[in-house]
Structure formats: C-alpha cells, structure tokens
C-alpha cells in the first residue's frame, strides 16, 4: 500500500485550523502590484491623518525588507460575524470588530503559536508575524492566498463567510506552494457604494479614508468636518454600513471564538452618558478592547455628534 505524502501547505493549514483559524491560503513573497496605486492614493491626501502608512512604506509594499528572505507568507482569518439585536432609537453604536475583546493581541499569539510549530517543524526555517497594526498589504495577500477577493468597498470577501474576517500572516522563509486568487464576485453590484452615507468609496476599488465613518470616528484627531459629522448618523466607534448591505454577508456563519462575543447583544450605547463619562468610566468600559486606540476626549467627540444627529432626526431636521 502506497504511503500517502502530505504537502507542506496542507501541514501548515491543518495546524493553522487546529489552532482556530476559520480560513487560510498561501500567498508568494514578491512585492506588492500596487505599490504606485498606494503612492498616489497617498500624495492625493486620502490617507488622512495616517502618516504611519508613509513612514514604513518601502517595507509595507515588498514582504523581503519586512523579512530578508522570506519565500511565502500565510494568511490566516478569523470569522468574528456575530448577529445583533436592532439598537434602540438614539442610542450609539459601535463596530462589531470592537464589541468583543482586542483582536490585535489575541490574533498575534495565535499567530505566534502557529509560526513557532512552524519553526519546530522545519528547522532554520525564519518567521515573522503581523496583523493590521504591521506594515504588510494585509489585503493583497490575502486575496493573492485565495482567502477572500477585495470587493468595491476595499474589504476582503469570502464567498462563504463573507467579509466579516480579521487577517493576520506568518511571514516565512519557508518556500510552500501557493494557492490561486478567488475570480471577483462582486459583480455589477453596488450596494456598498450607494449606501455609504458620506460617499466615501470615491469609486468601485477605491476609499477616501479621509470620509469614511471609521477613520473619523477612530484616526482623525481633530474637531469633526461639520458636513460629515451630520452624516455619520449614530455611529460612535467604526462603521458596519458597507459590510451589512453586502450580499456575501446575509448568510455570514456566527463565530463560536469566545472572546469575539459581543459584549452587549444590541450593539447599543447611551451617547449622552458617554459625554459625561469620567476617566474610570471610560477604563472600565473599554478594558481589554479595540476601543482604546481611541482616547476618552475623542470618544466623547464622537458621542457628542451622535446626540447632535438624534436630536436633528427627532426634530425632523433633513441632515
């Protein structure tokens, strides 16, 4: 009886499942194919207030000067879809990424854990791992890997699970075939374009950052553009609008992770308490959450317009 051989790549993905991963592809280390796509979309200014993708840009387009060396890269997911009862009239809300614990830290020792068996494994093998938070085209990876393809709206989609994912990679000198790209789904579809309310996917593949619900209510660090503001409606921390008009989404598998279990079943905050929060209030709430990366006076910022647009839709204002 012949001995069945079983690939590198599908050692890697049997582990990289045992550990809890819901998807994951191989991808080849050559540079990013949108390495001028990046540069312009920069010097046009709709990076915003993101400096941090400037200063490691050599590295974040080409994987060798992340890792000398590296042959492949594994892309790994994490589902963390979970369906939320309809937030009460005037309440705030928070994207559903943040409603469970920081999956920065959590991701990375998942990540870790898969690239020390893969060192054990394959000895003088090198890695190194990154989440959003490294200078890595987390996305072009990933749909190079096969793991989703990126939709109009930038955000990577899985045919089956949707584009409710976090990404994370394992950067290796380890040469392992790759997996072929996804064809692109999104079709003649634009669901995700038109009900942006602040028209921040400027055209199909491409987002004004400096627009989108997200960044204002988490990078941008200043006073709020009065026109947008307006429309971020009650959106307090992020924005699901794009993801939840998204086809692939309706039938999105519920994540069984615990520690991505919402923490409050409505995705409902009180924005006038909020405003009033002190320090101690603010800690409490947020303790082992994404919400820390923004401070509690941005917070409040954001509260403040969310009460602001309540009051306006109450009082029939067409804002």
Same mark, same amino acid.
């Given at each position: 009886?012949? $001995?069945?051989?079983?690939?590198?790549?599908?050692?890697?993905?049997?582990?990289?499942a045992?550990?809890?991963?819901? *998807?994951?592809?191989?991808?080849?280390?050559?540079?990013?194919?949108?390495?001028?796509?990046?540069?312009?979309?920069?010097?046009?200014?709709?990076?915003?207030?993101? =400096?941090?993708l !400037?200063?490691?840009?050599?590295?974040?387009?080409?994987?060798?000067?992340y890792?000398?060396?590296?042959?492949?890269?594994?892309?790994?997911?994490?589902n963390?879809?979970?369906? *939320?009862?309809?937030?009460?009239?005037?309440?705030? !809300?928070?994207?559903?990424?943040?409603?469970?614990?920081?999956?920065?830290?959590? *991701?990375?020792?998942?990540l870790?854990?898969?690239?020390?068996?893969?060192?054990?494994?394959?000895?003088?093998?090198?890695?190194?791992?990154?989440?959003?938070?490294?200078?890595?085209?987390? !996305?072009?990876?990933? $749909?190079?890997?096969?793991?989703?393809?990126?939709?109009?709206?930038?955000?990577?989609?899985?045919?089956?699970?949707?584009?409710?994912?976090?990404?994370?990679?394992?950067?290796?000198? *380890?040469?392992?075939?790759?997996?072929?790209?996804?064809?692109? =789904?999104?079709?003649?579809?634009?669901?995700?374009?038109?009900?942006?309310p602040? $028209?921040?996917?400027?055209?199909?593949?491409?987002?004004?950052?400096?627009?989108?619900?997200?960044?204002?209510?988490?990078?941008h660090r200043?006073?709020?553009?009065?026109?947008?503001?307006?429309?971020?409606?009650?959106?307090?921390?992020g924005?699901?609008?794009?993801?939840?008009?998204?086809?692939?989404?309706?039938?999105?598998?519920?994540?069984?992770?615990?520690?991505?279990?919402?923490?409050?079943?409505?995705?409902?905050?009180? $924005?006038?308490?909020?405003?009033?929060?002190?320090?101690?209030?603010?800690?409490?709430?947020?303790? =082992?959450?994404?919400?820390?990366?923004?401070?509690?006076?941005?917070?409040? !910022?954001?509260?403040?317009?969310?009460?602001?647009?309540?009051?306006?839709?109450?009082?029939?204002?067409?804002?």
């Amino acid at each position: 009886m012949l $001995a069945v051989t079983v690939s590198i790549a599908d050692r890697i993905k049997a582990r990289a499942a045992a550990l809890g991963f819901d *998807l994951v592809g191989i991808a080849s280390a050559e540079p990013s194919k949108y390495r001028q796509h990046l540069l312009d979309w920069l010097e046009q200014g709709q990076a915003g207030e993101m =400096h941090y993708l !400037r200063e490691r840009f050599a590295e974040r387009v080409d994987p060798n000067l992340y890792l000398p060396g590296v042959k492949s890269v594994v892309c790994v997911a994490l589902n963390y879809h979970v369906p *939320l009862e309809p937030a009460p009239s005037g309440t705030a !809300r928070i994207a559903r990424y943040a409603q469970g614990d920081d999956y920065h830290d959590r *991701l990375k020792d998942m990540l870790y854990d898969l690239a020390d068996w893969i060192r054990a494994e394959f000895p003088g093998t090198q890695t190194r791992c990154g989440t959003d938070s490294a200078p890595i085209m987390e !996305r072009e990876l990933a $749909a190079r890997a096969g793991v989703g393809w990126v939709g109009k709206n930038t955000m990577v989609i899985h045919p089956k699970v949707g584009s409710w994912i976090l990404l994370g990679e394992v950067l290796t000198t *380890l040469e392992i075939e790759p997996d072929s790209p996804l064809p692109d =789904h999104c079709g003649t579809c634009t669901r995700c374009i038109d009900a942006c309310p602040t $028209a921040a996917i400027v055209e199909p593949y491409k987002v004004d950052a400096t627009r989108c619900i997200s960044y204002l209510t988490i990078e941008h660090r200043h006073d709020l553009p009065t026109d947008l503001s307006a429309k971020m409606g009650d959106w307090m921390f992020g924005c699901d609008i794009c993801q939840d008009v998204c086809p692939h989404n309706h039938r999105a598998p519920t994540t069984e992770t615990p520690w991505l279990q919402p923490r409050r079943a409505d995705n409902a905050v009180d $924005a006038a308490a909020v405003a009033k929060w002190s320090l101690d209030e603010y800690h409490a709430f947020t303790r =082992h959450s994404a919400m820390r990366r923004v401070k509690l006076p941005l917070l409040q !910022r954001n509260a403040a317009a969310v009460v602001a647009n309540a009051a306006a839709k109450k009082s029939g204002d067409p804002r």
